[in-house]
């Protein structure tokens, strides 16, 4: 019987070491990290390799219900697909366990709960960004990447997998980069 950890954090700027650190003191003998959204399961590579080695009275252990995943549905599949396997889950804040009766029930609660309240932050966030817009004070996020940068060092001859590298950014944002350069070029807007 094995405790293995599951860390996730959104953002490659995002820091995994509270994750660990307390997936650590609670016992886990084997910890997965890794830096995606938990709007689905694609991408999540390291998720998928616990799912395929959990055994029967393994413990897949999160900090949170939202690093598990952002959909309640999500949450419920991955969690009747370790029951399949003869492993339970548990969510340390607040401290949730499949392995009691009540485990289950109190999990798809908390999914709900943290679904909608996803909704709620989402809908004041569109809210606020309109009156901002309005009143002509909404400047829009800043770029995470340098797309000169990305576009530049591609135009030298340097390989996607190079970039990426560098600049620690996924394959996907350095084609989104370069895809919109494109489009730039074709209708004669500046690039960032």
Known sequence: MARIGYARVSALDQDLEI???RLTAEGCQIIRCEKV???SREGRTELATIMEFLREGDELIVTRLDRLGRDTRDVLNIVHEC???GAFVTVLEPHV????EMGKVILTV???VAQMERRFIKDRQRDGITRAKKAGIYKGGKPRLNHK???LTHSCGISVASILQQLNCSRMQVYRVLSTKQLHDATGEKVR
């Open 110 to 112: 908390l999914g709900m």
């Open 83 to 85: 029951e399949v396997r």
């Open 37 to 39: 959204s938990g709007a």
């Open 149 to 151: 940068q990305i576009i």
């Open 97 to 100: 366990s499949t392995k009691g």
């Open 19 to 21: 994750q660990q650190h």
